[in-house]
């Protein structure tokens, strides 16, 4: 396979020189004979790139199989327990059964004991109630608002990554002589709430508890829509 290889190889270095030398024998202008040479040298690219490339596949491996030799593991005799010849009788035998009972109950008794050691006292549990009675009987006072101003590129980039439980925030700032209450998430500007819907609730603000994100309507691409929703604690609620 080897002088084979050789052999084709040689052929066609041979043949390679001997299409240079016709080339530049038979073809007088200088253009016609680089276009000769670049062909001839392209066609020999390509048989000696697709011989290469078959090469290795002529070529298959030898499987070679290895025989490991396994000690074979020797087991050591394991040891030899003396055997009681005595014998037990029918008294002794009912006595070791009643004293392994009596034991176990001992055990289990202290282990109830123990466990309720650690039992929360019904006086802990009681105040936890009550306190978590106290927790949900707190009422807010909702208010939906819609926002204004989130056609900038900005706004609209901010309000794609928000959820409900998205945290928002709102602040009051003079804007072209005119105070306006401006939303923002994590500092970044969103858009404004009109003063109409400012004034139903400015003597509560005080009360503010949260600002959430409501509603968001989108068409296509573009948000058109997006209101909040203000959470307020009652003020005059009582607890029962």
């Known amino acids: 396979m080897k002088i084979l290889t050789s052999l084709i190889g040689l052929i066609l270095f041979s043949a390679g020189i001997y299409l240079t030398y ?35 596949l002529s070529f298959k491996p030898k499987n070679k199989i290895e025989f490991i030799e396994v000690e074979p593991i020797k087991s050591e005799p394991l040891p030899s ?65 819609r926002v204004i101003g989130i056609d900038a590129w900005s706004s609209q980039n901010i309000l794609k990554k928000l959820d409900e439980n998205s945290i928002l925030e709102i602040s009051q700032k003079l804007k072209s002589g005119i105070n306006m209450t401006q939303v923002t998430y994590k500092n970044k500007l969103i858009g404004y709430i009109s003063r109409l819907d400012m004034n139903k609730v ?22 058109v829509h997006f209101s909040i929703n203000l959470k ?8 029962e």
């Open 81 to 145: 327990t003396p055997i009681e010849s005595d014998t037990i009788s029918e008294m002794d035998a009912i006595k070791m059964i009643r004293d392994d009972v009596d034991h176990k109950t001992i055990s289990i008794t202290q282990e109830i004991k123990q466990n309720s050691l650690d039992l929360e006292p019904v006086e802990t549990k009681q105040e936890l109630t009550e306190e978590l009675k106290f927790m949900t009987d707190e009422v807010y006072d909702i208010f939906e608002m």
């Open 202 to 223: 400015n003597n509560r603000l005080d009360t503010l508890v949260s600002v959430n994100p409501s509603n968001i309507i989108k068409e296509g691409h573009k948000i």
């Open 22 to 56: 016709w080339v530049f024998l038979d073809f007088e202008s200088y253009e016609t004979l680089m276009l000769g040479l670049y062909l001839g040298a392209s066609f020999i690219l390509m048989t000696f790139g697709f011989f290469l490339f078959l090469l290795p």
């Open 232 to 239: 307020f604690k009652q003020k005059d609620h009582k607890h």
